[in-house]
């Protein structure tokens, strides 16, 4: 007679199938979510949009893989009976719809670069000082005059510089980074940030019209007039300045769109 008692079952195998049902039920949860997202908010029309709807379906991969990859582990210990099936149904179910989806996205990147917008071709001066911007990737013609801004440069402005005027105030030419990157050339409001004295303008990049602001001051009972352009740069916008006094209103436009026709940079619309 054996008197060896039989063992007890392991508590710790339903966690295991628990874990190989999650790997297959991801998949199904996922596709649900997403047909939620897709009755609920219609087609996705922004980059927001998009972030929002692939961060779920990330989450439901991460799981379904790694669930799937634990039980498989557990199979030689506690056996293939239901773990290893529905762990591998669920691995390959993932497998399948990422092989599926890479032709789709492979589209998708070729048909955002076909729409992304194509500069016309800057107009140097061969004589003309570059400017240039190793880290945000874009440069333009110093126009004749302008030096570097004296002394300290203030810390809000990447370059500054500066024209002195032979009997009248001076011109200024500031290069602002902004945060982050505009999804339009229209940007909102609250993007521009208008003043009471500020009011809105277009230009024109090489092709590309962009949004501006007319910003008109009063300093020491003087007028002034500043331009701000806003370029919609590929890693980040920056901000064109062109300051000087009120009544050079039609230089200082002229001034903006010369440098706005020599401006070499991507920009990510």
Not at 42 to 69: K, Q, Y
Not at 251 to 267: C, P
Request: aromatic share 8%; with cysteine.
């Amino acid at each position: 007679m054996n008197s060896t008692p039989t063992p007890l079952p392991d508590s710790r195998r339903p966690i295991f199938e628990q874990l190989a049902r999650a790997s297959w039920l991801s998949v199904v949860i996922s596709i649900c979510t997403n047909l939620v997202f897709q009755v609920g908010f219609g087609p996705s029309t922004s980059r927001e949009t998009t972030l929002i709807r692939a961060l779920p379906t990330a989450l439901f991969v991460l799981i379904g893989i790694v669930s799937g990859i634990v039980a498989i582990c557990a199979v030689p210990r506690y056996g293939r009976k239901g773990l290893l099936w529905p762990a591998l149904t669920g691995i390959l179910l993932w497998i399948s719809l990422f092989i599926i989806a890479v032709p789709t996205l492979l589209r998708a990147r070729q048909l955002a670069q076909s729409k992304r917008t194509i500069l016309l071709p800057a107009k140097h001066s061969p004589s003309a000082k570059r400017v240039e911007d190793a880290e945000l990737h874009f440069a333009f013609d110093l126009p004749d005059g302008f030096e570097p801004y004296p002394g300290v440069k203030p810390a809000q402005y990447s370059h500054a510089f500066l024209q002195k005027g032979p009997q009248g105030p001076s011109r200024i030419l500031l290069v602002t980074p902004l945060k982050g990157v505009f999804t339009s050339t229209r940007p909102n409001p609250w993007e521009v940030q208008l003043g009471p004295s500020s009011s809105m303008t277009t230009f024109n990049w090489r092709g590309l019209e962009v949004t501006g602001c007319r910003v008109s001051e009063k300093n020491n009972g003087k007028e002034f007039l500043t331009f701000n352009v806003l370029i919609p740069l590929r890693q980040r916008a920056v901000q064109l300045g062109f300051g000087g006094p009120a009544e050079s209103e039609h230089e200082l436009r002229s001034l903006a769109e010369r440098v706005l026709s020599t401006l070499d940079g991507e920009t990510n619309l």
